[in-house]
């Protein structure tokens, strides 16, 4: 079946620092790829939606300067946390939506593993 | 907006036990309700999903009904397995609202022998 790859599962940057994760669907075209964040014992928020070509839309409230989205082919897509601090330490999870199936019926959206950033 | 609560975690059984995770949502629309799934290690999956007042979801021994009168979505097994344990994700997601999900907190399940 399809699968949404991320990368890394875990990584710990310094304050300062960029980090990247990448979001990757393996064996399917995605048009459309969101990014979500999970701080403990709290939902996953959606972050922006990220669409091929074009640039990405972001929910009320998300930093865009702060969280760079690239979403360059229908396989890849990839956030970049910029200058990061120790509050952007969470968990983040990309899922993509099969471009192949139609309106959203659920079943067309694949999560990744999701990645664990620590800003130390 | 819209919301989704879910009951807390974890939630410990003993393998062969019934289980129910409460979900109740509040929406500004018509929503599509989903249960996900996620096991260790793992990326969420879909587990179930209800598209209109009254459905039934089910899989693999997993149901909840769309209750549109309670806004509710509870996720129910009859007897649950050490393989059940994982999180579990109560989500929704209006129509034409372009696949956003909104989820709940997530509730952990472990199941032991």
């Known amino acids: 079946g399809a699968v949404v790859s991320q990368h890394p599962s875990r990584v710990i940057c310094k304050s300062g620092t960029s980090v990247k994760i990448e979001c990757r669907s393996l064996?399917?075209?995605?048009?459309?790829m969101f990014w979500y964040r999970q701080f403990p014992k709290q939902s996953l928020m959606l972050m922006a939606t990220s669409n091929e070509g074009s640039k990405a839309t972001y929910e009320q409230g998300v930093e865009k300067d702060k969280f760079l989205i690239n979403h360059a082919s229908l396989t890849l897509s990839t956030l970049t946390v910029t200058s990061a601090h120790p509050e952007d330490s969470s968990f983040y999870i990309c899922s993509a939506r099969d471009g192949r199936q139609g309106r959203l019926s659920g079943n067309t959206i694949y999560f990744g593993e999701g990645s664990w950033l620590t800003v130390v | 907006g819209d919301s989704v609560t879910q009951m807390e975690g974890p939630v410990t059984l003993s393998e062969e036990a019934f289980l129910t995770i409460n979900c109740t949502y509040t929406?500004?629309?018509?929503?599509?309700l989903f249960w996900y799934v996620q096991y260790p290690g793992e990326g969420l999956q879909l587990l179930l999903k209800?598209?209109?007042?009254?459905d039934k979801g089910s899989n693999k021994g997993f149901e909840a009904t769309y209750r549109k009168e309670t806004t509710s979505f509870h996720l129910e097994k009859g007897s649950v397995q050490v393989s059940d344990s994982a999180v579990y994700f109560c989500a929704l997601s209006i129509t034409g609202g372009g696949n956003k999900l909104t989820f709940g907190t997530g509730t952990q399940l472990k199941v032991e022998l």
């Open positions: 064996d399917f075209q995605a048009t459309t």
């Open positions: 209800a598209t209109k007042a009254d």
């Open positions: 929406a500004t629309g018509y929503p599509s």
